[in-house]
């Protein structure tokens, strides 16, 4: 049989030390191919390039490892690396580990998770890591260990169908770590505040800042999980649809305004109506 | 009372017919301000802009209507309108109209639905349009008249929280289109295929191209709708949990590797184990 094929990816760079840190957790669990962007994209979200194409160039970064960069968004990377680097389907795909958290609403601005959400759009089982430690020089010690553990998981048991995972891992020692939480999405959000400055001809331009706010007292969620000690594993899947309002909208529109029938036949509405 | 305040947004630039279709559409349902990208943003996902500045300027393009273009990406433009340009909370956002499809998977790589799903995350009940026909010389007309519709209801019904609506218009006349389903989001992909070319040195380069497959046979989707002349409205919620695959995991891993107790004391990993 042979060995499982994993993907790994990330949104920081090649030469980040969260990479580094994954390529080496899971080195030994399969065959391990490095396909990841040639510059920082984080807070890329889900976002592929279209407009102009892509360069892709075999590096050697990793002793032993098969390494690609990119000069795309991390979900480039998932793409290209599909289509022009794997020869076969990957068993899994891992991405990160991203230096900084990518817990709660911090997953829908996340190259690192959108990379790992776009391996899940292609069928593979795919998982994210984060560091909740911004720094260059985190010890990824303790991320390296959760993620060999849960990778073996994975590899073992499999997920769900459409189904991937967000895992952040609090900043912490290995002997201070809990353990480990199964989660949901805590409901927060960012406050941003724009601060503005002016350029030497007096025009303003604005830098982004923010602060995080949990609305969500939950003691099932990521944030509660990763407040508490323990590494938060959120299970994810892609089907936006928010079921529950389909009935609210159904049962509340007055469709008769639209309705065609012989009381109401099709709206004779003209371009110049509407100015167009 | 006062009018109801209306935060016009897209991710095709503040020049595209798209967005002029939009603001004749809602320009008599409230006050209406505009904060749309200085160049075209399609497929930026959501993207946010957070290593450079951003610049904001306002400008005169629709007739009587408070404008400003953004240097930033369409959930840059929502950010900066909240937090510098409206000076109360906006009853309503609206996005597009888009040149091109978001219906299914596309929502995750659209701007259009990222500017939306950002004013949703702000609080604001928020709505994206998108008219499947990617021509500029597209006849926004019907577009215009089920948006009209489709805002009418929201001021006057409003959305579960936490909501949004993807609105995709299929490429019909008036006459041809048959009304609106309230519909999910169908299970389908992008098959990629990159076009290698070779620049000058002979360097290989690559573009993004891909054919759209519908894996999803359901007659409530989104695709189904459009395919059969409807317009498709999805609801659709920022909470990416996969809640079924909660117990999945709790009850199939293998906890009791990294359990901590008595017989299993905590893990004696350094930074050498995983040669960092």
Sequence with gaps: MSKPLILVVNDDGITAPGIKALVEAVRHLGEVVVVAPDSPQSAMGHAITISKPLRLKQVDVFEGIKSFHCSGTPVDCVKLAVDKVLHRHPDLCVSGINHGSNSSINIIYSGTMSAAMEASLEGIPSIGFSLCDYRHEADFTPSAYY?????????????????????????????????????????????????????????PYYWLTGKFVNHDHGTDTDEWALANGYVSVVPVHHDLTAHYAIPFINENWDFSVIDKGNDNPAPTISKEDFNL
Tied chains: 1, 2.
């Design 147 to 203: 993620a060999k553990y849960i990778v073996e998981q994975v590899l073992k048991k499999g997920l769900p169908a459409h189904t991937l995972l967000n895992v952040n891992i609090p900043k912490l020692s290995l002997a201070d770590i809990k353990g480990i939480k199964i989660t949901r999405q805590a409901r927060a959000k960012w406050e941003e505040e724009y601060l503005e400055r002016q350029d030497p001809t007096g025009k």
